[in-house]
């Protein structure tokens, strides 16, 4: 794994996979850091439809994590929307949208970000290692994030292939949207921890209320 500034020759998008129920200040800071570090031209968040390992969880409706989303990235000109797995039908594998931005994005490097928490459990992932093949990875961390725990968890991969694990220190991933739904459960307040845009539609929908 490495850290710092990266400016290689190809050109980089990068994908923000995630259920974003709701979406909050650390999945956007974690894409502005990533988009800074590794020189990405923009970022595609991209809201899953059927998260494979949140099957047991009722989640709110693709459209309305879509609308939240759409209303959180609106002012940033380096943030765009895809709704590719929410058309899609079935369970939403990371493999599957990598490969379909693959074919969009013709000869573009793809590094797919997501959280140190999801990556130590990337060995439930479907191909993983095909995966790794076809994408990089950045690991957004908390400061302090031991990233030991990360080439332990996942020392049976070659090097090559961990080589392409990219970590970011984000000190905004101390939010998270399970704390955020439990607040609004408890009706305690959610204000600065994600966009006023987000938090008035939650609100307005009357979502995590039950």
């Not at 459990?121 to 990360?150: D, Y």
């Not at 080589?163 to 408890?186: H, N």
């Amino acid at each position: 794994m490495s850290n710092g500034l990266y400016r290689p020759e190809k050109r980089i998008i990068g994908l923000m996979g995630g259920t974003f129920d709701p979406v909050h200040y650390g999945h956007l800071v974690a894409a502005e850091e990533a988009c800074y570090q590794f020189g990405m031209e923009k970022v595609i968040f991209i809201p899953a439809s059927k998260p494979p390992h949140k099957t047991g969880r009722d989640i709110s409706t693709s459209e309305q994590r879509l609308e939240m989303t759409k209303r959180a990235i609106s002012s940033n000109s380096h943030f765009t929307i895809s709704d590719m797995e929410i058309k899609r039908e079935g369970l939403s594998y990371t493999i599957d949208t990598v490969r379909a931005m693959k074919e969009i994005y013709v000869g573009w490097e793809i590094y797919f970000i997501t959280g140190a928490d999801a990556v130590l459990e990337i060995l439930t992932w479907k191909n993983v290692e095909e995966l790794l093949q076809e994408c990089f990875f950045v690991a957004a961390t908390r400061p302090g994030f031991n990233l030991e725990t990360i080439d332990c968890k996942l020392g049976y991969l070659s090097k090559d292939l961990l080589a392409k694990i990219k970590t970011v220190e984000v000190p905004a991933l101390a939010i998270s949207s399970t704390d955020i739904r439990q607040r609004v459960r408890e009706g305690r307040p959610i204000k600065y921890l994600l966009p006023e845009a987000v938090e008035k539609f939650i609100y307005q929908n009357k979502l995590y209320h039950n």
